[in-house]
């Protein structure tokens, strides 16, 4: 009986934090498909419909650097419901603000509490799970992302209507109730890990004891690597119908890009665990390559639909390997500030995407042109992820023979 709970309680935990995750590409793809009836009843703007997209965006990059930094020195468990409880009651919010600067405020708001959670459960997955299965563990709870993507998709292709509304009643209830679940069953990595204070604060530590060349590879790795999928999230749909397919054929090529994503982050979890990391990052890389010229030279929506389920695979696999790595790189009492850190600095890249998107569209190169920009980026990423697990390797070594 023992041995049975020991077993149940890293599922658990896994559990509940893949429901976090789920929440989170739920979230981030709700305002996409509400944007028309937002607009229709707030009376706004393009411009004004895309500062609402960005001050979502906006709130995540924050988030996700004092989520991690507060998850160490207040403990993961206490901030982690923290930001599952703002990010639920300000999706409600979203649903009766009354104006533009409210509907801004809630998006902003939102996006902090998105922000801080996702590191934490990098975190608390990673810690939770046996050496052996931790790439696994990180991919099971990463894998909530594009599969709350996915259903978000699909309640757009069923169509959302004038009850819009429903959309963040069911984004803003779910984190609550999923709050009450983490606040009775979540144990193991969520409590604080107690470090060395004299060591320095945990932000300034990510740079020393050898730390900086790692903690600098990772986040230009994070940086380009979200820059490729988030400029995919936000813009595919338009890229797509520019290529003269319907918007249904645009969202059933979202849906795929989403439920690639998730098998993505679920192989590329099992290809680390049996020590194939490198491999893992060459197809990620390779793949995300070869993925992006069969989006801008497909013209068949069969094609299309299969080069947007492996963009899906191999942008959500790269970005997999990073969260995987990152809590390796770090001691436990700095683990959570260095993986918020990564996620930030990722964040910075995911705003970056779609702003260069829409510039490279406003100058005329069209969708080769978008897609062709996107590759120097990736190879800068796959070089900074190689060399990163180089760092790694030669840092295990020398401490097997020293």
């Excluded at 030279?297 to 094609?303: N, R, Y």
Aim: positive net charge; contains cysteine; proline residues 4%.
């Amino acid at each position: 009986m023992p041995a049975s709970r020991a077993l149940s309680r890293p599922v658990l935990t896994v559990a509940l934090c893949c429901a976090v995750a789920l929440l989170e590409g739920f979230d981030l793809q709700s305002t996409g498909i509400t944007a028309p009836f937002l607009a229709k009843a707030f009376g706004l703007t393009p411009a004004q419909l895309g500062w609402v997209f960005s001050a979502g965006l906006l709130g995540l990059l924050p988030g996700a650097f004092l989520g991690g930094w507060l998850a160490d020195r207040a403990g993961r468990k206490r901030t982690l419901l923290g930001a599952v409880l703002l990010f639920g009651v300000f999706t409600l919010f979203t649903a009766h603000a009354g104006g533009y600067p409210s509907l801004l405020l809630a998006r902003l708001l939102t996006g902090l509490g998105l922000g801080a959670a996702l590191p934490i459960i990098i975190a608390v997955a990673s810690d939770a799970a046996s050496p052996r299965l931790r790439n696994t563990a990180v991919s099971l709870t990463y894998c909530g992302v594009p599969l709350g993507g996915a259903l978000a998709s699909l309640i757009s292709l069923s169509g959302v209507g004038e009850d819009w509304r429903n959309v963040f009643y069911v984004g803003g209830l779910a984190p609550l109730l999923v709050a009450v679940a983490l606040m009775l069953w979540l144990h193991g990595g969520a409590t604080t890990v107690v470090g060395d204070q004299r060591q320095g604060s945990p932000a300034a530590r990510l740079f020393t004891q050898g730390r900086a060349r790692r903690t600098l590879l990772l986040w230009l790795a994070c940086f380009f690597t979200l820059t490729v999928l988030y400029l995919l999230l936000n813009w595919l749909p338009s890229l797509l119908m520019a290529k003269g397919f319907d918007r249904g054929q645009a969202g059933w090529v979202q849906v795929l890009f989403n439920v690639g994503g998730a098998a993505g982050s679920l192989l590329t979890g099992r290809l680390m665990d049996r020590g194939r990391t490198g491999l893992a990052v060459a197809i990620a890389y390779l793949g995300m390559l070869l993925a992006l010229a069969g989006l801008g030279l497909a013209t068949g929506f069969t094609h299309m639909a299969l080069a947007g389920m492996v963009a899906g695979y191999c942008c959500i696999g790269g970005q997999l390997v990073l969260y995987a790595v990152a809590p390796r790189v770090y001691p436990a009492d700095i683990r959570a500030t260095g993986v918020g850190a990564c996620v930030a600095v990722g964040r910075l890249g995911s705003m970056a995407g779609p702003l260069a998107a829409g510039q490279i569209l406003a100058a005329g190169a069209g969708v080769s042109g978008v897609l062709l920009a996107a590759a120097p980026g990736l190879v800068v990423a796959a070089v900074a992820a190689l060399a990163l697990l180089g760092e790694g390797r030669a840092q295990a070594l020398e401490a097997k023979y020293s």
